[in-house]
């Protein structure tokens, strides 16, 4: 794996196939054509492109509205990426193996190298790994999430230097995020800081639910997708009750809300202000957005009859489909400041940078927000 020069880059200042429902406030500036879901870091969208056109790597780009920034070439057959920070740097780790071009044949090496999100630079690694990660920050295993229904013990490596962190006999990783992780089993379990190894809280130590007993027991379900920014969500469970999901301080440990009903959905981060957002379902259906910071607790909660589906988090604003009508979302203060028959961001960035997709499926608007509507 190595970074090359661009070459043939995937953004272009052609934009004949963006959707003419841009929402409101932004100006479509180029495309880009990517076969991966984009992904934003610090200022730089990440996409890759398979190989194609006498090309037998897959390539990672690291592009924005000026155009692309680097492109660094890997196996085939190292699709996963796990955005982290290195030193309060955004960046992006991706995977490299041994494994034949053509697929064909094992894999006896797979190695994790951290790649600065702006510049494409090294800045850890390559680092031996068993296999992809699970999907949860900087742990890899050697089983594809995909292809099992349990937890596969897996390595866990420091954000800020790409080494192992050594995980006690019998417990395994579960969540990892920019240097702090969740290692034990599913009740039973501490947060740890990957770079001293030093323990930051235990399960034992939390504050229970209100309503719940001694008896009560917590675990880390995931619930909520790969990234669930500073914060962490826990199911508390008791005999003869319904489960209840509460959100911590994934460094401290301190209670931050309850959640209400049942997980409806990925959590939403919006990194410059650590705000998370979070859609549950209730009983009777509706729905509830939550916004919560790690150092602040709950900030606001937001009640909608049918569905509360936030599609991409940005400076000061979040974007998403409200009871079915796209709308744009006052972070602060979970405002509605606009709704309409518009097409909704995917992905943005610090500078309110956006992508939106377009008729071709692989193909995505680049937009930037319009100066009035600037944050600042």
Not at 16 to 23: G, K, L, N, Q
Not at 155 to 161: E, H, K, P
Not at 252 to 280: D, F, I, K, R, Y
Not at 328 to 341: F, N
């Amino acid at each position: 794996m190595h970074r090359v020069d661009i070459g043939n880059p995937p953004t272009s200042l052609h934009g004949e196939t963006a959707d003419p429902r841009v929402f409101p406030g932004f100006e479509v500036t180029s495309e880009v054509r990517i076969d991966s879901a984009p992904a934003s870091a610090g200022a730089t969208f990440i996409g890759s492109v398979f190989p194609r056109d006498g090309r037998s790597s897959l390539s990672f780009y690291g592009f924005n509205a000026e155009g692309t920034l680097w492109r660094v070439d890997t196996n085939p057959s190292c699709v996963g990426t796990v955005l982290t920070s290195v030193g309060g740097q955004p960046a992006v780790v991706i995977l490299d193996s041994d494994a034949r071009q053509d697929g064909q044949g094992p894999v006896s090496v797979t190695t994790a190298t951290a790649f600065s999100a702006a510049s494409g630079e090294v800045l850890w690694g390559p680092t031996e790994v068993p296999g992809p990660s699970a999907g949860n920050g900087l742990i890899f295993a050697n089983t594809p999430k995909a292809l099992t229904a349990g937890t596969t013990p897996g390595t866990l490596l420091d954000a800020s230097t790409g080494t192992v962190v050594e995980t006690p006999a019998g417990e395994t990783a579960l969540y990892e995020h920019h240097g702090a992780a969740l290692i034990g089993s599913g009740t039973g379990f501490s947060a740890v800081d990957t770079g001293s190894g030093g323990t930051l809280w235990s399960a034992d130590e939390l504050t229970r639910l209100s309503g719940t007993t001694a008896g009560a027991t917590v675990r880390f379900t995931g619930s909520y997708g790969p990234a669930t920014g500073g914060i962490v969500v826990l199911r508390w469970e008791e005999q003869g009750k319904e489960p209840q999901d509460a959100i911590y301080s994934l460094r401290t440990g301190e209670p931050l809300g309850q959640l209400a009903g049942s997980p409806a959905g990925m959590a939403a981060v919006e990194e410059s202000s650590g705000t998370v957002l979070l859609a549950s379902e209730l009983a009777d259906g509706s729905q509830m957005n939550t916004a919560v910071r790690p150092d602040e607790g709950t900030v606001w909660t937001k009640s909608f009859a049918r569905s509360a589906r936030v599609t991409a988090a940005g400076p000061g604003v979040a974007y998403g489909e409200l009871d079915g009508v796209a709308a744009k979302i006052d972070i602060e203060s979970g405002a509605i400041l606009d709704t309409g028959d518009f097409a909704l961001p995917v992905s943005m960035l610090a500078d309110g940078t956006a992508l939106f997709p377009t008729k071709e499926r692989t193909v995505y608007a680049v937009a930037v927000p319009n100066r009035q509507d600037t944050p600042g």
